[in-house]
């Protein structure tokens, strides 16, 4: 019984925190957007009327559609080419854009280890990384200039520990602006330059931004137990972490100024963010442009380059899976991008918990047992005593059928002698709930980190458990748990009421099927548990049962 209530609670924790994240998303308060001005000044610092801060323009007006039907990195012959290697991507010299990436070290699925996951991509659903300069149009080339290439394939040699891919434009009269990738060795992040060498006469004022462009895709990636959050992320060091979603960006248009900070588009496992210098002054911007596509970017400073002078503008873009000790290191707050949700304070210390028995272990299902047992050793005081109440229930059970017997039919009086008898026997048949309840935020944080941690996207197990944050392809852990469940319940008091019996004997098959479809590292970490618990409600109900079976 204590172990149905458990997984009772735990449902009606689920739907309660997944209605309140709901409400929080559709009618929780939001931090003042002003709408940015759709005049070509205003949108030079506050936000996007096109696809650019200063352009009307849409991306395949310019760029040409055609582009956006490609089957693979190596369609466009135009493309720059460029493998390292964590990554493969191409640059389409048609705006300077990085429009496909690859991650070579994850694959898109276990049955295609040969295909990587493709991040970026410019097909049918757009996520690409643009940047280019604002100022006069004549002498700021945007993500909609034709760039030159100086090569149109690079390659990371063994040996070779960074990757630098120019690109440069000139407006014919003494500017030139090199656009500069430089891709490094085991690494997801990008450095991007922009120089800006000034030949003519005249001085050059201009300001960097840097723009990520994604269709909405929410409804194709929706999944039924694993509900992930999917749009845009502003971090500023005044409001910490903010997700600007998709409807935020259809509302209004973000207009935001901050020292530092970054913008990203997050998904599933993997994220892309710009990150500008944190030493400099931002303006961050988001724009709808219609038929589901969606920015999110920021423009730095005004720069003044005067005759005869050079000056670089940078900014960092990350590109990769949500590798938690990557990001910390990469920019402050970009961890926060593996979103736990709102008990991140308890899922944080547990996700430090498994990272360190994978170091042990060398195995994330391994470390996820040992987390278990960890969690259980915390609250094993707790458990005795649900346990405890348990057991002396169980040793009642006989008084009670006696009473039940002498009462008939009379409910009330039956209920009435049932709790004068827990009282002189020293019996709270609600003792077992407060540590259920206790455990609850535990468990829920440990769902998400399992299925948020990109750490355990497809790692195997043992045997046919190949993919610990996917469903147990043969429902083995499942049946295990079922039949776990089973031998729990038997160590439970029964329930007076015969119907109440008979429903609580289905529980364990009704739970078995809905954890069928839950991570199988998540149905391991409950067999393990359960396991636990029926050796330690095993041996109290035996200390408890032995007096009773003592001779007088």
């Known amino acids: 019984m204590a172990n149905i209530r458990f997984v009772l609670f735990i449902i009606l924790a689920f739907m309660c925190y997944s209605l309140w994240q709901q409400w929080q998303l559709d009618y929780g308060p939001k931090p003042p957007q002003p709408v940015a001005s759709d005049t070509p000044g205003a949108a030079a610092t506050a936000g996007a009327p096109g696809d650019t801060p200063t352009a009307a323009r849409t991306l395949d007006e310019v760029a040409g559609g055609d582009r956006a039907k490609s089957e693979s990195l190596s369609a466009s012959a135009n493309r720059v080419l460029v493998t390292t290697d964590t990554l493969r991507a191409a640059i389409d010299p048609a705006g300077g854009d990085l429009r496909l990436l690859e991650l070579l070290q994850y694959p898109i699925s276990k049955n295609e280890p040969d295909r990587p996951f493709r991040l970026l991509t410019d097909e049918s659903d757009v996520f690409i990384a643009q940047a280019g300069l604002l100022g006069d149009p004549r002498d700021a080339p945007t993500h909609h200039s034709v760039w030159t290439p100086s090569s149109t394939a690079y390659t990371l040699e063994p040996g070779q520990d960074s990757l630098r891919v120019p690109l440069t434009w000139t407006n014919g009269r003494g500017l030139t602006v090199t656009k500069t990738y430089t891709f490094q060795r085991g690494s997801y992040s990008v450095q991007l330059e922009h120089r800006v060498e000034n030949r003519s006469a005249e001085g050059w004022t201009g300001k960097q931004y ?147 028995f994978h170091k042990l272990f060398n195995n994330w299902g391994f470390a996820i047992i040992s987390v278990t047992l960890v969690i259980k050793a915390l609250f094993f005081k707790l458990s005795e005593a649900s346990y405890r109440s348990m057991a002396n229930m169980r040793k009642l059970q006989p008084k009670l059928q006696e009473l039940k017997e002498r009462c008939g039919d009379d409910r009330q009086r039956f209920n009435q002698a049932m709790m004068e008898m827990y009282r002189k026997e020293r019996v709270n048949p609600l003792g077992g709930c407060l540590p259920i309840l206790v455990q609850i935020p535990v468990f829920i944080a440990l769902y998400w980190v399992l299925a948020e941690s990109v750490e355990l996207r497809q790692a195997p197990f043992l045997g046919w458990l190949n993919d610990l944050s996917a469903r147990d392809p043969y429902y083995v852990l499942p049946l295990i748990m079922v039949i776990s469940m089973v031998i729990q319940q038997k160590l439970n008091p029964a329930p007076a009421d015969p119907v109440q019996a008979k429903v609580m004997q289905f529980f364990p098959y009704l739970f078995g099927g809905f954890f069928a479809f839950f991570p199988s590292g998540l149905v391991l970490y409950w067999v393990v548990n359960n396991i636990l618990s029926i050796a330690q409600q095993w041996y109290i109900t035996k200390q408890i049962e032995k007096p009773a079976k003592s001779p007088a």
């Open 210 to 356: 840097v723009q990520l462009q994604r269709t909405d895709t929410s409804d194709k990636d929706k999944s039924q137990f694993v509900r992930s959050y999917l749009g845009g992320v502003l971090y500023t060091p005044e409001a910490r972490y903010e997700k600007i979603s998709f409807g935020d960006m259809t509302d209004k248009n973000l207009s935001r100024s901050a020292k530092g900070g970054w913008v990203a588009m997050i998904q599933h496992y993997f994220l892309a963010a710009w990150i500008p210098s944190a030493e400099q002054d931002n303006s961050f911007y988001t724009k709808d442009l219609g038929n589901k596509r969606f920015l999110i970017g920021a423009t730095g400073p005004d720069a003044t380059v005067a005759p005869g002078q050079t000056q670089a503008l940078a900014a960092t873009l990350y590109a990769g899976p949500k590798l938690q000790r990557v990001l910390e290191a990469t920019a402050p707050g970009l961890e926060l991008t593996v979103d736990f949700g709102a008990l991140t304070v308890i899922a944080k210390p547990i996700f430090w918990l498994l990272e360190w």
